[in-house]
């Protein structure tokens, strides 16, 4: 064992990187499982063991006050699921988790198949559209808005509060800085949000019901309602962006799960593996803690890259191949451990029903360029133009 780290000067929040950062992931696995970033003064864990086994580490790998690159952000976190350890952590997050149960999201499955094979339809009718705005962004704000109750300014809000709660999550760069109002105003709407401004029959409203029965603190259904917009609804509008760039360039894949429609969802855990929406989060250190063979000191901020683990050669044979019949059922994209992805029945529900209804009805998908843009924790297409649908 040795007391130092690999040592790279990369910056992980340069815009190169953040665009397209799998060569820097790729440089930094070879280093090491744990990398020594001086330019964000963070240990970045590269490799899907190490990885894994940090997330399954909640006590040494401490969420509270430690999941942003910067401390206005761990601030305004406190006390949020996101943002705590075992047992404050479990008990904020059973509500969040009950109403996200397989059983919960049994009786929204066929309304939101319904949903996507509408829109996909109508997108394929048309034969040309832009595939981030219309449908990448456009239905999960719709099925998001619908399932917590959001009317009004909050549902005409929710894009940019949502992009804006992830980009805050970033060291403290230009992006942050002029993303942090934006998330201000979320956070300001969660902190005065009351039962009445959520649709009736809501989960939003079932929340806030929680929260009278005493089943979790008072004052905290507001915090809990910022993380379904927070941390839900930017990653899932990547994930199915994904989804469609992927398919347009690969559509022998596309092929195969329309000749084998059970092939869906693990199309989708290769969309996820293959593209991770999640750039960086992080963790820190509560005691000096032995890392593939290198000690990383107490109180250290750590970097997790889910998506240099998600390509990781000494996990996943052929990484670099976009393959739909592998079913990486393993992936590192919904996190692993009691931090797992609250949020990912729901997600899975929205991207399986968008990936059937596109096998279902497009044969190919002509794109123009996609436009990636650099965003400091999520990864995902800014912009991309379907030119052409070839139907079934």
Known sequence: MTDSAPVSDLDLFDDTVLVDPYPSYAALRDLGGVVRLPANDVYALTRYDVIRNALGDWESFSSAGAIGFNPMVNEALTGTSLSSDPPVHTQLRATLTANLSPRALRGLKSGIDAKADALVGELVDRGSFEAIDALARAFPLEVVADLIGFTGHVRDNMLRWGQAAMQVIGPMNRRTAESFPIAGELYGWCSGVTAEDLAPGSVGRGIFEAEARGDIPPDTAGHIIHQYLGA?????????????????????QLALVRENPSLVPAALNEVLRYWAPLHAWGRRTTRDVEIDGVMVPAG???????????????????????????????????????????GQGLARLEAHAVIEALARRVRRLVVGPEVRVPSNVTRSIEELPVLEVVPV
Request: glycine fraction near 12%; hydrophobic fraction near 40%.
């Open 300 to 342: 250290a901020q750590v970097a997790i890259l889910f998506g240099a683990g998600n390509r990781d050669p000494r996990h996943y044979e052929n990484p670099d191949a976009f393959l739909v019949e592998r079913n990486p059922v393993d992936h590192l994209s919904f996190g692993y451990g009691p931090h797992g992805c609250a």
């Open 232 to 252: 839900g609804v930017d990653t899932t509008i990547a994930a199915i962006g994904n989804v469609v760039a992927l398919f347009a360039a690969h559509p022998g």
